[in-house]
């Protein structure tokens, strides 16, 4: 089955304690993506990569860091959480190719964040 | 920069109402339109999209038209169920960047 998977689903953590979220698709796309979504703010999105290596800031990347060493995998990483970072976070996957994903975006389940 | 302005919710209507989520939009070039809906306690799922102006995207009996020169994306369903109670986003972009508005939570009651 096609799809986005994230872990964990739930993370509750303190303040300053790295953290890593983990994204991955099976689809074979080259674009993935991170977004948060917080009430009253819709999704915005942190980074995204456009390939194996090469990836670049979103709306809101301060405290995020990213990296993409293979096509599949995506992690979204905190190095020192705070507070507001406690948000519902979704990655996405893509691609180019129309024939693949015709520019839509395929969003993961989600991972919801507190960070005390 | 691109942005997305939708109807603040939430929206109460009864069953078999007819709905309507307006969507505006303000862009650089011409990007693909999307309306996305996450359910209760779920990520979200494409529901519709038209990738350039006066398509029209559709599915499960709702529709959206690409207005360029109202630069709107407005959903609309003849007749809404209790099942498609959830949160709609109308969103701008493609395949490395959505720009996403902040979302109309629809509530249907029997």
């Known amino acids: 089955e096609a799809q986005v998977t994230q872990n964990p689903r739930y993370l509750i953590t303190v303040t300053g304690k790295k953290l890593t979220v983990t994204c991955s698709q099976n689809?074979?796309?080259?674009?993935m993506s991170w977004y948060r979504q917080d009430p009253g703010l819709g999704l915005r999105q942190i980074y995204y990569s456009m390939n194996v290596e090469v990836t670049d800031k979103g709306d809101v990347p301060e405290g995020y860091k990213v990296s993409r060493k293979e096509k599949r995998n995506f992690p979204l990483i905190l190095e020192s959480p705070s507070p507001n970072q406690t948000s519902l976070y979704f990655c996405?996957?893509?691609?180019?190719?129309?024939?693949?994903?015709?520019?839509?975006?395929?969003f993961g389940p989600g991972t919801r964040l507190l960070v005390l | 920069g691109n942005s997305v302005t939708q109807m603040e919710g939430p929206v109460t209507l009864s069953e078999e109402a007819f709905l309507t989520i307006n969507c505006t939009y303000t862009?650089?070039?011409?990007?693909?339109l999307f309306w996305y809906v996450q359910y209760p306690g779920e990520g979200l799922q494409l529901l519709l999209k038209?990738?350039?102006?006066?398509d029209k995207g559709s599915n499960k009996g709702f529709e959206a038209t690409y207005r360029k020169e109202t630069t709107s994306f407005h959903l609309e369903k003849g007749s809404v169920q209790v099942s498609d109670s959830a949160v709609y986003f109308c969103?701008?972009?493609?395949?490395?960047?959505?720009?996403f508005g902040k979302g109309t939570m629809l509530l249907v009651s029997p």
């Open positions: 996405a996957s893509s691609s180019k190719d129309l024939k693949i994903a015709g520019e839509t975006q395929y």
């Open positions: 689809m074979n796309h080259e674009y």
């Open positions: 969103a701008l972009g493609g395949y490395s960047t959505l720009t």
């Open positions: 038209a990738t350039k102006a006066d």
């Open positions: 862009a650089t070039g011409y990007p693909s």
